[in-house]
């Protein structure tokens, strides 16, 4: 069973930075194309960033515009997301995903498992 382990959320001022880390277990994280996806409260789910599975590919919100940086290390099983000049927009629950379809994908159906995610709230 894969499990998919986020960390690095919190309470940040508006232009601060935060960097995700998303721990894989329990499956070849090498073989898998993986994600970040966000909820905010009373918003839809919404895709964030994508990287495939041998990381030379990346895809991306327009909404990131150039501020958030995903990134993968298969040895150590692990996914980041890099994230800067925050707002108070950005605040949501942030969630690691992992699909077996190796591109990267903007699409939740692409994905097969998904993390309990974390919370990422920016004070304006």
């Known amino acids: 069973q894969v499990q998919l382990i986020e960390s690095g959320g919190g309470l940040v001022q508006t232009g601060g930075s935060l960097r995700l880390s998303c721990a894989a277990s329990g499956r070849a994280f090498s073989s898998d194309a993986m994600g970040w996806f966000r909820q905010a409260p009373g918003k839809e789910r919404e895709f964030v960033a994508a990287?495939?599975?041998?990381?030379?590919?990346?895809y991306y919100a327009d909404f990131v515009k150039g501020r958030f940086t995903i990134s993968r290390d298969n040895a150590k099983s692990t996914v980041w997301l890099q994230m800067k000049s925050l707002t108070p927009e950005d605040t949501a629950l942030y969630l690691c995903v992992g699909g077996s379809g190796r591109q990267a994908s903007a699409l939740r159906r692409e994905y097969d498992y998904w993390g309990q995610g974390t919370q990422v709230t920016v004070s304006s």
């Open positions: 990287i495939s599975y041998g990381g030379g590919i990346t």
